[in-house]
């Protein structure tokens, strides 16, 4: 375990061998990638397995010394952490696999695996941080990382604008978590996790302060998360390529909110408020983003809508105090989400579009992504036996058992609203028939795609069963040191569950594969509301017209400040220089004859100084 | 005749002699002018060795001496001329410039 700091320096080194070699190696770039993060994946499952049996490591070292604190950075592997690095190794180590199918014959190719490679390295040492101070460096990162990714077809107009926003959307996050982490240091003069629990717990922190400082470092998970107001960007960065929309966007990037409030968890656990609005935030998001999903007919833009609001349900589950169902849900939304982004990526990658009006009647034509498409949908809507059925099913009891009515009544609506868009999505790709004709033949993806999507469905159901109501619950005792006891919540609750997803599909089925109900049952009768889901509640627009403008127009007032006022002062002082510079050079002509008449006309005014004063002053 | 009107004479030959040295294009002039003025300089030195306070034979020597310097310097300066005028085809005084730039 004390070799854990070597996991994220595998994908480091294939990112600093890729951005040197890279243009050489061509092609070959992917196995350097692929066996990198392989490394990373065994080394992470070591370490898990030596957590297993062991305690929480931890070692740090000195950085620098400033006045008389002192900053470290370090490693530590809690059951937490260790969890984390292996979700992460293991999903971006299958995306390696799936981009050599997916990206081949891209110019950038091993630009691509380079920057993978960089965000894998950031992920892996955020998860490892012991401190505030190394996680917000990795943090930022992490961020850095996505903002290449999604800016990579840079000569698009579209994937430029959403790089760009998504970089500053996070940013507005990171301003309030970097708020947070200084008020905590002032406070506590540490920025250790354990410093801060024990701070926490002495009441060194106020409780005023500790709700202050947990909701400022809530608002960096809303940026990274996703959660409303600062979701749009989320959307918007599907523009990128689909294998990065997986491992970024899907799995591991956007659950780092949800890893960060997990993390500082007992600053949480001490403030009721902070645990409300995490609560509220959440709840609020998971069925907003559902209700936008159910329009949208950009495949990953579903799926986008979809992330949001299951990351929404974590942080319901984070708010109502359910630590264990929050990284539940993580783990397997990080394996059914990865799964279904791949294997909308695999669908792109045979039809050439992304319109899923353009699509349908593909089940046939792709027999490994289908199914596997179906599987992961299953999943996500919570049907029984599949993973997400039982970390959702944990997340409902949580919300229930903290007394939150209206939010747990919230989460089914979410749940119910789920499988209604999951399976929509599934029926106008895959069933019926083709609705417009595809240029060349419509073919499986190779084997370096299906391989880790088989994998990741395997996990999407398998994941599931390491906490269950009936086999035990392995995962929620191993987080929380045997201390975990499942909350006795009622049993309907998990058939509710089961019956609002498996509603959700029959309706999809009724609407979108039968046809009984007509597809505009809703846009006819409701064509505003409509409208409203489909333009995203108008946030961007909002957005556009109220932030934006602002900034934009405070920014044009600087800006002629800057062309006009300084710019002009500035003009000033180089024009009178230029000035008596071009006077004194008329003057050094080079012509002796210049020279001479001013040294003679010199001369006569002397002597007519001369003659008028009388000579009296030599 | 007095002092007087031969200062007066140097003084003019020395006016025209500054001015053509300083306004004239033609080196060739130029030469010219700076003649004229030493040679003003020269009916100084003789009216005041004949004429001034104290009469003595210095101001003849001197004469001598200046009009052998300025033999001298006209042939070297008529010298340096024609160098030049076989490099640049020209005798303007303003177009000897090339250490300018």
Redesign the interface.
């Known amino acids: 375990m004390n070799l854990a700091w070597v996991v994220p320096l595998f994908p480091l080194c294939s990112f600093v061998l890729l951005l040197w070699f890279g243009r050489k190696w061509k092609q070959t770039s992917a196995y350097v990638g692929i066996a990198a993060t392989l490394l990373s994946l065994l080394a992470a499952f070591g370490v898990l397995v030596s957590r297993l049996g062991g305690a929480t490591y931890e070692a740090n070292w000195t950085w620098m010394k400033i006045g008389d604190a002192t900053l470290t950075v370090g490693v530590s592997v809690t059951a937490l952490n260790a969890w984390m690095l292996v979700v992460v190794a293991l999903v971006s180590w299958l995306v390696h696999i799936y981009s050599q199918g997916y990206m081949a014959g891209d110019e950038r190719f091993s630009t691509f695996y380079a920057y993978l490679g960089l965000f894998t390295f950031a992920m892996l040492g955020l998860v490892l941080s012991p401190n505030l101070l190394q996680a917000y460096m990795f943090w930022e990162l992490v961020g850095l990382g996505s903002f290449l990714l999604i800016g990579f077809y840079f000569y698009k107009e579209e994937a430029k604008a959403a790089a760009k926003k998504a970089f500053i959307m996070t940013r507005i996050g990171d301003v309030g978590f970097l708020i947070g982490v200084l008020l905590l240091f002032w406070q506590t003069k540490s920025f250790d996790y354990d410093d801060i629990f024990r701070a926490v717990g002495n009441g060194t922190l106020s409780p005023g302060m500790t709700t202050l400082t947990a909701i400022l470092i809530f608002i960096g998970a809303i940026g990274k998360s996703g959660q409303f107001p600062l979701h749009t960007w989320l959307p918007d960065a599907m523009e990128g390529p689909t294998p990065v929309s997986a491992l970024i966007h899907a799995a591991t990037m956007v659950a780092a909110g949800v890893y960060l409030v997990a993390a500082l968890f007992p600053l949480y656990e001490a403030s009721a408020a902070a645990m409300m609005t995490v609560a509220v935030i959440g709840g609020g998001t998971a069925v907003f983003a559902a209700t936008i999903g159910l329009v949208q007919t950009d495949i990953k833009r579903v799926l986008a809508y979809s992330t949001i609001s299951q990351l929404g349900y974590m942080m319901l589950a984070l708010g109502s105090g359910s630590y264990v169902a929050a990284i539940f849900h993580l783990t397997t939304h990080a394996f059914f989400k990865a799964l279904l982004f791949l294997a909308a990526g695999s669908v792109i990658h045979a039809v050439h579009t992304q319109n899923i009006e353009e699509m349908g009647g593909l089940w046939r034509r792709l027999p490994w992504t289908a199914p596997l498409f179906l599987v992961g949908a299953l999943s996500i809507s919570g049907v029984p036996l599949f993973a997400g059925f039982f970390s959702k099913d944990e997340i409902l009891a949580a919300a229930w058992t903290n007394g939150s009515v209206g939010l747990f009544w919230l989460a089914v609506a979410a749940a119910l609203l789920t499988s209604f868009y999951m399976f929509r999505l599934f029926f106008l790709v895959f069933a019926g028939e083709a609705r417009h004709r595809h240029d060349g033949a419509v073919h499986e993806a190779p084997m370096s795609m299906t391989a880790p999507m088989v994998v990741l469905g395997v996990l999407s159901v398998a994941a599931g069963y390491i906490q269950t109501p009936w086999f035990g619950s392995f995962l929620g005792e191993w987080l929380t040191d045997g201390a975990y006891h499942h909350e006795a919540a009622p049993g309907w609750i998990a058939v509710v569950a089961a019956s609002v997803s498996l509603a959700g599909i029959l309706l999809a089925w009724l609407m979108y594969g039968k046809r009984t109900v007509p597809r505009d049952w809703l846009s006819a009768r409701a064509p505003y509301g409509y409208e409203l889901l489909r333009r995203h509640y108008y946030m961007d627009d909002l957005y556009r017209s109220t932030v934006v403008a602002l900034v934009s127009s405070i920014s044009r007032l600087l800006g002629y400040v800057d062309r006009y006022l300084v710019e002009g002062l500035v003009q000033f002082v180089t024009g009178t220089v230029n000035a008596i510079a071009a006077a004194g050079s008329r003057g050094q002509?080079?012509?002796?004859?210049t020279y001479?008449?001013v040294a003679?006309a010199g001369l006569a005014m002397l002597v007519v100084i001369f003659a008028l004063t009388g000579g009296d002053w030599l | 005749m007095t002092l007087s009107a031969y200062l007066a004479l140097s003084l003019i030959l020395f006016c025209i002699g500054?001015y053509g040295?300083?306004?004239k294009r033609n080196t060739v002039i130029?030469l010219i002018c700076i003649e004229l003025m030493l040679n003003a300089v020269n009916i100084n030195f003789v009216a005041f060795a004949k004429y001034g306070p104290h009469p003595s034979v210095h101001g003849h020597v001197f004469a001598l001496f200046a009009i052998a310097v300025a033999a001298a310097e006209a042939a070297v300066g008529l010298a340096a001329l024609i160098a030049f005028y076989r490099n640049r085809k020209t005798v303007r005084?303003?177009e000897a410039?090339s250490?300018?730039h």
């Open positions: 002509n080079g012509q002796a004859q001479g008449l003679a | 500054l040295a300083l306004t130029v005084v303003d410039n250490l300018k």
